[in-house]
């Protein structure tokens, strides 16, 4: 099962990211590495619901960049 995501540099700000990575924390933790292009994230939550925490945190993120969060 692939863990990992891959996000664009020039699409996701390093500071939504940051936050969205603190706010999971307690659900799952999350490994940030930076690359050329990209942020590269590792998840390390339970096997049988890798993929819906991945993609909800995904979701999550966008909601920060469009400001549907607040602080």
Known sequence: MNREIK???????????NRA???YK??????LKD???YYKCTFYAK??????VK??????LIELI???VNA
Request: with cysteine.
């Open 21 to 23: 990575i603190t706010d």
């Open 47 to 52: 096997v049988d619901y890798l993929e819906q």
């Open 26 to 31: 307690s659900i799952c933790p999350i490994l």
């Open 35 to 37: 690359k050329k292009d």
């Open 7 to 17: 996000l664009k540099k020039e699409i996701y700000p390093i500071r939504a990211l």
């Open 66 to 68: 469009n400001g549907q």
């Open 55 to 60: 993609d909800e945190f995904c979701n999550y």
